[in-house]
């Protein structure tokens, strides 16, 4: 999920000193206490016809702010409704998921790259109408990295894929944006993903940057292709809350 970091904080501190009559120490103490950025909440929503999916999470600075380069705590869970087969009677297939990740973050300015390698744990529970409802839970390992970069001005670059040994799946999200002059980045999107016998494949749009009631927010939609099912629409909002 893309962030950008303190300018306006360092900013403040900028002219706090500035105006401190000579001898105080008052802005100094100020900014002693002040502790830098250090942890990322977000969340995300998606919804299509046949699936909703909600997932929350945190990324933690371990040893220093996110501002910088460093060790980086990585836990996320989240939860998914959707139809069990594409004929009626459908069914309902509810799946539980959380990961434990811990990496490394390379920042440059408002650029940063992060990998990640931890554990990948999955509950799914079928309800069908004529049979026994069916629980398995599936343990495995998972990488992950994610890219925010300005690589040219007024413009954004973000990637983010993983790879788990459940289902052997792998997944992946290139997107591009151009910043529009109400400081949203607005541009196309690719998600491709794959697993043993299922593929999904999404072209779309976003809008990223939305600042609204303290989080920052994304806005992406468009269509979707899997293996299993005729092509259908998609829609995702995601927001992060910096602390």
Same mark, same amino acid.
Request: no cysteine; aromatic share 10%.
């Given at each position: 999920?893309?962030?950008r ?9 900028? =002219?706090? #000193? ?25 969340? @995300? #929503? ?7 999916f ?11 702010g ?52 931890? @554990?990948? =744990? ?10 026994? @409802? ?31 040994? =459940? ?10 944006g ?22 999904k494949?999404?072209?779309? #749009? ?12 994304? #806005? ?10 005729? @092509? ?12």
């Amino acid at each position: 999920m893309a962030y950008r970091g303190g300018k306006a904080g360092l900013a403040a501190s900028a =002219i706090l #000193l500035a105006a401190a009559p000579i001898g105080s120490t008052a802005a100094e103490e100020a900014e002693a206490e002040r502790s830098p950025l250090s942890q990322v909440i977000f969340g @995300s #929503l998606e919804a299509g016809p046949t699936k909703t999916f909600v997932a929350i999470g945190m990324k933690r600075a371990i040893g220093g702010g996110l501002a910088e380069s460093g060790f980086r705590l990585f836990l996320k869970a989240g939860g998914s409704q959707e139809q069990t087969r594409r004929h009626r009677p459908h069914g309902t297939t509810y799946k539980s998921e959380s990961q434990a990740l811990l990496g490394y973050e390379w920042r440059i300015g408002d650029s940063f790259l992060a990998v990640y390698a931890g @554990s990948d =744990i999955e509950t799914e529970q079928r309800i069908e109408t004529l049979l026994p @409802s069916l629980r398995a839970t599936r343990y495995g390992a998972r990488i992950q990295a994610d890219l925010w970069a300005l690589p040219l001005d007024r413009m954004m670059f973000q990637a983010n894929a993983y790879a788990s040994s =459940i289902d052997q799946r792998l997944w992946g999200r290139l997107a591009a944006g151009w910043q529009t002059p109400l400081g949203l980045y607005a541009g196309p999107e690719v998600e491709a993903y794959r697993e043993r016998d299922y593929r999904k494949l999404r072209l779309g #749009l976003h809008l990223t940057g939305l600042r609204l009631l303290g989080l920052e927010w994304r #806005l992406s939609g468009g269509w979707q292709q899997t293996s299993d099912r005729p @092509s259908e629409i998609y829609g995702t909002l995601a927001l992060h809350w910096l602390r």
